[in-house]
C-alpha cells in the first residue's frame, strides 16, 4: 500500500476495512516521514516510540470495531501547541517549557484515535512568515528546495505536501495556515475566532489566533476540523457541519463576491490570470459573480502593531527578555515595546471598521462568500525573509505588505479556507481563498470543496531526491536593510493614528 499518497479518508476506510492496521501504517509513515526529514527539515520533534504505544492500543480497538473517528491515523502537530510531558521551544533557543497539560484542540485529536508521531517545525515564536530558526534550521519547500514553505505553520505544510501524513494542526494568527497552504499546494483552513478550543495554550496573540486543519483535500480538512470544532455560545459550529453534510449546497444559483486584489493588494500577473480563470469556471457553472471588495486599505499596520504590541507585553516579564533571540525577533521585540498604548487602542478600535467594511460588503449584495487570492506571489527563495517583488511593488519596510489578503480574516474572526488553484509561471503552486462571515466555517468549506473540484487539483510535488539539497544555512538578509527600522515604524505612526481620526503629536 503506497499510503503516502491517499488521503486521510481513504486511510481511515482501510483501517477500517482491516486492510492495514494502525501499527503498519504507522511504520509506514515513519519511513516516508524520515525521508521527508531529511530531504525538507519538517520535524522539530519526532515522537515514534510515543506514537507505537498509541498505535498498538488503536489496533486493539479497530479489532473491536471500536474507536474514534480518526482511530489509527498518523498526524502531526505544531511545535507551538502543548503537548503534555513533551519539551516546547516555540521554535526559539530560549524555549524550554515542558507543558504538564496537552492543548484542547490536540487533546480532542487524540481522544479520536489520532496518533501524533512528530510535532512540526515553526520560526521563533512563529512570528514570520518563512520557517527558519536557528534552532530546527530551514525548512524547504516539497515543490522546490531552493524556495520557503512559508510559514509560521510551515513544518506542517512540508510534511502534508511531501505526504508525511495525511493531517497537520496548524495555527494561523496572520495567515500561519494559509501562507505555507499556498506555497506548498496543500489546503489549509482557518476556522472563525474560538471554533477550535485551544487553551491551554502560549498566551499571545490570544485575540487573533485559531488553530485549524492542514490537508491535501478540503474534505480531509473538514474531517479534521469536525473533530477539534466545538459549539459555543456564539455559534453551533458542530451542529452546523452536520446540517450541511446532510444538506449540501449546491453550486448553481450561489452568489459570491469576488476580487482579485482588494484593489490595494499588490499581485503577480501569473496569480491575476490564473484567479480570473478560476472565476470564468465558476461562472459558467452556474455561479453569480459580483465583483466587490470592503474598499479598505491594507489592515497591515492595525495587525503589526496589535501583533507585536501584544507579543512584548508577554515577554518583557522575563528576566532577561531579550537575551538568546534572533535578530528577526529581536527587531518585532523591539518595535512592540516602542507601541504606545494609544497607538495600540488605534489598532484596536481599527478593527470594528474592518468588521464593519465586511459586513457592509456582504450585506449590500445579500452574500455570505468572498473569494480572493490567498497570496499574490509564488514562494520565494528561502533565503530571503520576504519577497523583494510582489507584481511591481517593491516590499519593503516598515510593513512588508506582502500578505495583504490575509490579516482581516485574524482581526474581526472570519473563516478563511485556502486551496490550490494551479501553478504559476515557475511551477509552484498558486492559492486562493475563501472567506465567510464568522461563524460560516461549514459554508466556507462546503464552498471551498465546489471549488476544488472545478479546479480539479492532482499535482504532487515533484520527486526530488536526486537532486543536492538545499542550502539551509542562515538566511542572506540584508542587515543594512534592518538598520533603522523602529525609526521608520514611528515615523509611520501618524497613518496608524489616522485610522481613527486623529494625528501624531
Given at each position: 500500500?503506497?499510503?503516502?499518497?491517499?488521503?486521510?479518508?481513504?486511510?481511515?476506510?482501510?483501517?477500517?476495512?482491516?486492510?492495514?492496521?494502525?501499527?503498519?501504517?504507522?511504520?509506514?509513515?515513519?519511513?516516508?516521514?524520515?525521508?521527508?526529514?531529511?530531504?525538507?527539515?519538517?520535524?522539530?520533534?519526532?515522537?515514534?516510540?510515543?506514537?507505537?504505544?498509541?498505535?498498538?492500543?488503536?489496533?486493539?480497538?479497530?479489532?473491536?470495531?471500536?474507536?474514534?473517528?480518526?482511530?489509527?491515523?498518523?498526524?502531526?502537530?505544531?511545535?507551538?501547541?502543548?503537548?503534555?510531558?513533551?519539551?516546547?521551544?516555540?521554535?526559539?533557543?530560549?524555549?524550554?517549557?515542558?507543558?504538564?497539560?496537552?492543548?484542547?484542540?490536540?487533546?480532542?485529536?487524540?481522544?479520536?484515535?489520532?496518533?501524533?508521531?512528530?510535532?512540526?517545525?515553526?520560526?521563533?515564536?512563529?512570528?514570520?512568515?518563512?520557517?527558519?530558526?536557528?534552532?530546527?534550521?530551514?525548512?524547504?519547500?516539497?515543490?522546490?528546495?531552493?524556495?520557503?514553505?512559508?510559514?509560521?505553520?510551515?513544518?506542517?505544510?512540508?510534511?502534508?505536501?511531501?505526504?508525511?501524513?495525511?493531517?497537520?494542526?496548524?495555527?494561523?494568527?496572520?495567515?500561519?495556515?494559509?501562507?505555507?497552504?499556498?506555497?506548498?499546494?496543500?489546503?489549509?483552513?482557518?476556522?472563525?475566532?474560538?471554533?477550535?478550543?485551544?487553551?491551554?495554550?502560549?498566551?499571545?496573540?490570544?485575540?487573533?489566533?485559531?488553530?485549524?486543519?492542514?490537508?491535501r483535500t478540503v474534505a480531509d480538512a473538514r474531517l479534521m476540523y469536525s473533530v477539534i470544532a466545538a459549539n459555543n455560545d456564539e455559534h453551533a459550529y458542530v451542529d452546523s457541519l452536520q446540517a450541511h453534510r446532510l444538506h449540501p449546497l449546491?453550486?448553481?444559483?450561489?452568489?459570491?463576491?469576488?476580487?482579485?486584489?482588494?484593489?490595494?493588494?499588490?499581485?503577480?500577473?501569473?496569480?491575476?490570470?490564473?484567479?480570473?480563470?478560476?472565476?470564468?469556471?465558476?461562472?459558467?457553472?452556474?455561479?453569480?459573480?459580483?465583483?466587490?471588495?470592503?474598499?479598505?486599505?491594507?489592515?497591515?499596520?492595525?495587525?503589526?502593531?496589535?501583533?507585536?504590541?501584544?507579543?512584548?507585553?508577554?515577554?518583557?516579564?522575563?528576566?532577561?527578555?531579550?537575551?538568546?533571540?534572533?535578530?528577526?525577533?529581536?527587531?518585532?521585540?523591539?518595535?512592540?515595546?516602542?507601541?504606545?498604548?494609544?497607538?495600540?487602542?488605534?489598532?484596536e478600535d481599527h478593527r470594528e471598521a474592518i468588521h464593519a467594511a465586511y459586513k457592509a460588503m456582504f450585506d449590500r449584495h445579500n452574500c455570505s462568500t468572498f473569494i480572493t487570492p490567498t497570496l499574490g506571489v509564488e514562494a520565494f527563495k528561502?533565503?530571503?525573509?520576504?519577497?523583494?517583488?510582489?507584481?511591481?511593488?517593491?516590499?519593503?519596510?516598515?510593513?512588508?505588505?506582502?500578505?495583504?489578503?490575509?490579516?482581516?480574516?485574524?482581526?474581526?474572526?472570519?473563516?478563511?479556507?485556502?486551496?490550490?488553484?494551479?501553478?504559476?509561471?515557475?511551477?509552484?503552486?498558486?492559492?486562493?481563498?475563501?472567506?465567510?462571515?464568522?461563524?460560516?466555517?461549514?459554508?466556507?468549506?462546503?464552498?471551498?470543496?465546489?471549488?476544488?473540484?472545478?479546479?480539479?487539483?492532482?499535482?504532487?510535488?515533484?520527486?526530488?531526491?536526486?537532486?543536492?539539497?538545499?542550502?539551509?544555512?542562515?538566511?542572506?538578509?540584508?542587515?543594512?536593510?534592518?538598520?533603522?527600522?523602529?525609526?521608520?515604524?514611528?515615523?509611520?505612526?501618524?497613518?496608524?493614528?489616522?485610522?481613527?481620526?486623529?494625528?501624531?503629536?
Open positions: 500500500m503506497n499510503s503516502d499518497k491517499k488521503t486521510a479518508i481513504e486511510l481511515l476506510e482501510d483501517l477500517r476495512a482491516q486492510r492495514i492496521t494502525a501499527t503498519d501504517l504507522l511504520e509506514q509513515t515513519i519511513q516516508h516521514a524520515e525521508y521527508v526529514a531529511e530531504t525538507y527539515n519538517p520535524f522539530s520533534v519526532k515522537l515514534y516510540d510515543r506514537a507505537r504505544q498509541a498505535a498498538a492500543k488503536a489496533d486493539e480497538l479497530l479489532a473491536q470495531g471500536l474507536g474514534g473517528p480518526l482511530c489509527g491515523l498518523p498526524i502531526t502537530i505544531k511545535e507551538s501547541q502543548w503537548l503534555a510531558g513533551i519539551p516546547l521551544a516555540n521554535g526559539s533557543r530560549t524555549g524550554d517549557m515542558i507543558p504538564q497539560e496537552t492543548s484542547a484542540a490536540v487533546q480532542r485529536l487524540e481522544d479520536a484515535g489520532a496518533i501524533i508521531f512528530a510535532k512540526t517545525t515553526c520560526p521563533e515564536f512563529c512570528l514570520t512568515g518563512t520557517t527558519s530558526s536557528a534552532l530546527y534550521g530551514t525548512t524547504t519547500n516539497p515543490w522546490n528546495r531552493e524556495r520557503t514553505c512559508g510559514g509560521s505553520s510551515g513544518g506542517a505544510g512540508a510534511a502534508v505536501a511531501a505526504g508525511a501524513g495525511t493531517l497537520s494542526l496548524g495555527g494561523d494568527g496572520g495567515g500561519s495556515i494559509r501562507i505555507p497552504a499556498a506555497f506548498c499546494g496543500i489546503v489549509g483552513f482557518k476556522p472563525s475566532y474560538k471554533a477550535v478550543p485551544r487553551e491551554p495554550c502560549n498566551p499571545s496573540w490570544s485575540t487573533i489566533v485559531s488553530y485549524g486543519p492542514m490537508a449546491p453550486l448553481s444559483g450561489q452568489k459570491v463576491i469576488v476580487s482579485e486584489d482588494l484593489g490595494i493588494a499588490p499581485i503577480d500577473d501569473d496569480v491575476r490570470m490564473t484567479f480570473r480563470w478560476i472565476i470564468a469556471q465558476l461562472q459558467e457553472a452556474g455561479v453569480e459573480i459580483i465583483h466587490d471588495h470592503p474598499h479598505l486599505p491594507s489592515s497591515v499596520i492595525a495587525w503589526a502593531t496589535s501583533a507585536m504590541y501584544d507579543t512584548w507585553s508577554f515577554q518583557k516579564d522575563k528576566e532577561n527578555p531579550l537575551d538568546g533571540l534572533e535578530q528577526g525577533t529581536l527587531d518585532s521585540m523591539n518595535f512592540g515595546a516602542s507601541i504606545t498604548e494609544e497607538e495600540f487602542n488605534a489598532a528561502h533565503t530571503l525573509r520576504h519577497p523583494k517583488y510582489v507584481g511591481s511593488t517593491r516590499i519593503t519596510y516598515p510593513w512588508l505588505d506582502w500578505a495583504t489578503f490575509l490579516y482581516d480574516a485574524n482581526l474581526i474572526g472570519m473563516p478563511a479556507c485556502a486551496l490550490p488553484m494551479g501553478l504559476g509561471n515557475e511551477g509552484l503552486p498558486l492559492s486562493i481563498q475563501v472567506q465567510g462571515p464568522r461563524g460560516s466555517d461549514a459554508a466556507v468549506l462546503d464552498f471551498a470543496e465546489h471549488l476544488e473540484a472545478i479546479i480539479g487539483w492532482d499535482h504532487a510535488p515533484k520527486d526530488s531526491a536526486s537532486e543536492p539539497k538545499a542550502n539551509t544555512d542562515d538566511d542572506d538578509f540584508d542587515e543594512d536593510e534592518s538598520k533603522g527600522i523602529i525609526n521608520q515604524m514611528k515615523r509611520a505612526r501618524a497613518r496608524l493614528l489616522q485610522l481613527r481620526g486623529t494625528t501624531s503629536k
